[in-house]
């Protein structure tokens, strides 16, 4: 099973009952092809199943009206003038004013940098670069927290289990793991310890032995691996066979079926991975486990763990045009979103910030886990510590 | 001192998947002029194709190589017959945008057919051996020797073989050739149905070692290219020592230096080479 | 100059293109056609090297980065005007150009275009990379428009950007024409039919060779600086070999060696993926399709195409 078309089959699904209320279009813009469409199509598919359960509820409630959601996804392949085009076509010609998905910084940033002159409303999912939320655009939220904010949590985590001497090997050319991995540092230097290598890789490297071979012989305490999920099976694995026998910790994501294509359970055995307690089956909520469920049989395979970041912005989008009392308002819904407590319907974990789940930066906050290898499933160990509002204070710090 | 054979062993295994690369554009660029850029793609089908058999109909490792072979051999005639063919009396510009369109055309059937995760082919070669302090897995050994192999089979296939010759002859003298009696259509579909399962080879090395997904392919084809510029065009012994060269000098520098930037290292010795001395190592001056 | 058929043609066609917004019900496809004529000045580029000169080269979309970050980069940090940075952008890519040019002029044919495609994948990795002057893959956000917020032209406005494009796209467009119509556009016609012979009389076929690829880096510099400002956002994503790809395609869908080539083949790269949306899984395919296709039955491309149905036509008319 490849693609699915997502038009097509919500047309199937959504119109029959209920042709009698009023439609609400809304968009999704993410990468539904290409390399990215492993992060961008369970996202654009979570919204569709988000829009079916609302509207097999009743709709969106605004006043006496109640209002269908019909989801229109354009491809972007994770490219920034695709992400423009695609985003424009909303706008213009499909008259679109809320527009969920976006899993990839490039793409993202493109749209981020002219949404604000536009009548609509930009939810973000996936996407982890920081500077989408530090540029005070007031239309626009994003579910999934920036990097950096795991990277410090991480970083204290690495600290307290005593290690000093952290040989990184990551994905350094890309934004938002360089900054996981300069929080973790930080981190990392508070508590006496030290970074002693950087080494990159990129997203279609898989012969990673010349970097292990130098980070073998520099003797680390334990070795940090941040970056993508496809190179990174390629990482445990070869470190395993060059001999290399320290603790291993990454922030690359990832289900256990991608990692077992590359590398065998032995081999992945004791690897950690820091990130936002994203849809771990073994650490979800009943939410999750009912998405999961739901999720699996609608589309015939598991989502990705990241995929509930774009289900809950479309709860959230609910909650906030029915407190705001319109759907053409988009200013007041935008407004309504900053002020929302977190919907009951979400799949993930949100700390909220002063009682509400995106602080005013439009930045929700999820928290975050140390998750473990064991005996071939990833295992959730325990909460990593994390300060919302620290991080979200220091947020509104940058430009 | 470790380190340093450590990385030679890294480099040799990847060197091995580039030789076979170029072994493959320098039989198609040297003989028939056309720099074949799709090479990469139609490789990467094989590796897709072998792991897509084992996978899904259970078959052994052999059988599914020797089947991927077959079709890679039907496959490269094929190519030759319907996309080259027609524009061999035209400038050279139009074979290399066919060139680029059919590995557009194969990158898009290998997303459609085998999706965009990556696939690796699974083996049971799992044991590391380690000679004092250099460890090297029992897949890469296995990769190596195998590339070995195969550079010595096309050596012998090109210097004893009655095809082999017919080749050579058309490569250094077309008209002599016709002349002597050599077909020169058959030749065509021969050298590229012979690129084409080295190709092949290479792929499913590739997916037996490290991974296919999309865009490794192009990747590989462009490596190959510099190592042909490396070692010299039309030349098996510029291949290899080519091939080589970059891969070990890839791992020497990703180790010794900085690993942001290791592949631009194939790029910065193409041009060096094109500087200093354009018909490559191996190459006869012009 | 007498005033012949084509150029009558030429004008109709301009007067077209300037009535276009007013046609144009959605203004999604307004955003298009800038795109579209924003890639004519990048086409028309590759067209004096790869259509007169007859070296294919898959770099354009480097030099188009090169000028969307110069511009961008010169605006961040010297704080120059918008119209400056502009300008000086394609003297920016003509210097990065004649690096490129000189190693790469030294061979020939498909040598050339791997040396060319190589360059291309060290200005993407560098752009990646080189985080502190480029932000990487994070992009450069912010970008200027234009004249100042409060000037008498509204810069945001897409129909004043789109009449800004094509009035230079239309410069451009004559200044390729008046090139290839020179003595050196004469050369460079030499150059591709039968480069020794032109080596024989005694003409410096290497200086001609880099003029030409210099200034269709030219061309592509200006191309990315107008694109960096129209979209306020430029990462790297859209500078690599897949969008060189693009530029070759639209020099040979068009009509390579033609100067209205490169105008169709542009608002073809540009508009035909809207029209095969309904097959994203297959747009590689069909592009790649499309192209072997072009190149075997349509070499001369739609303008080749269509001179030969009206000599056609004329020869049934006499």
Known sequence: MKLVTITTAFALAGNAAFAAEKTLDIGVSDALTGGAAVYGLPQANAVQMAAEEINAAGGINVGDDSYMLNVIAYDDQANPTEASNAVRKLLDRDGVKFILGFCCSGATGAVASFIEYEDAVMLVGNAAERSITTREIPNLTRTRPPADYTGAAAGTFVAEKGHERVAVLGALDVGFYASYVDAFEKELNAAGGEIISRESFGLTDRDMTPQLTKIREQNPDAILVAGYVEPAAFIYRQAVELGIDVPRYGFTSGSEEQFLRVANSEQMEGVWDLRPTELTLLSASENGIAYHANYSERFGIAPSPSSPYAYDQTYALKDAIEAAGTVEDTEAVAAALRDLPVPDEVVMQYLPVDGKMFDQNGQAYTANGAFQWQDGNWVFVQELPSDAAAYSDFLSTID | ?????????????????????????????????????????????????????????????????????????????????????????????????????????????????????????????NRVFDIGGV??????????????????????????????????????????????????????LVVFAISTMLGVCAGIMVGALFAIAPGIGEGLVIKGFAVLILGGLGSIPGAVIGGLVLGITEALAAGFLSSAYKDVIAFVVMITVLLVRPQGLMGTAR | MTLKPTHALWIAAFIGFALLPQFIAVKYYLHLSILALIWVIAAQGQNLIQGYTGYVSIVQAGFIGIGAYSTALMGLHFDLPVWLTILLAPFVTAAFAVGVGYPSLRVKGHYFAIVTLAFNLVIFIVLMNWHSLTQGEAGITGILKPGSPDGWLNWRDRETYYYFVLIVAALMTGLAALIVRSRIGRILIAIRQNEDLVGAIGISAWKYKLFAFVTSAMFAGLAGAIYAHYQSFINPEIFGVAQS????????????????????????????????????????????????????FMPRGIVGVVTSLADWLRRRRS
């Open chain 2, 1 to 125: 001192m470790i380190e340093i054979l450590q990385q030679i062993i890294n480099g040799m295994a990847i060197g091995g998947v580039y030789v076979l690369i170029a072994l493959g554009l320098t039989t198609v660029f040297g003989i028939l002029g056309i720099a074949h850029f799709a090479h990469g793609s139609v490789s990467m089908f094989g590796g897709y194709l072998t792991f897509f058999l084992m996978t899904s109909q259970g078959l052994p490792l052999a059988v599914a190589i020797i089947i991927a072979l077959a079709t890679g051999f039907v496959l490269g005639m094929l190519i030759e017959l319907l996309a080259y063919r027609p524009v061999r009396g035209a400038s050279h510009i139009n074979a290399f945008i066919v060139a680029l369109g059919l590995t557009m055309m194969v990158e898009g059937l290998n997303l459609q057919f085998f999706g965009h995760e990556q696939v690796v082919i699974p083996t049971d070669f």
């Open chain 3, 245 to 296: 790809l693009d530029a070759i395609l639209a020099v040979i869908i068009g009509g390579s060696g033609t100067i209205a080539g490169p105008v169709i083949g542009a608002f073809f790269v540009v508009f035909l993926p809207e029209y095969l949306r309904f097959a994203d899984s297959f747009r590689l395919i069909i592009y790649g399709l499309v192209l072997v296709l072009a190149t075997i």
């Open chain 2, 135 to 188: 460890t090297i897995p029992e897949l890469r050994l296995y990769v190596i020797l195998a590339a070995a192999l195969l550079i010595a089979a096309m050596t012998i296939f090109v210097e004893k073989t009655k095809t082999g010759q017919a080749i050579r002859a058309v490569a250094e003298n077309r008209d002599a050739a016709i002349l002597m009696g050599v077909n020169v259509n058959t030749i065509p």
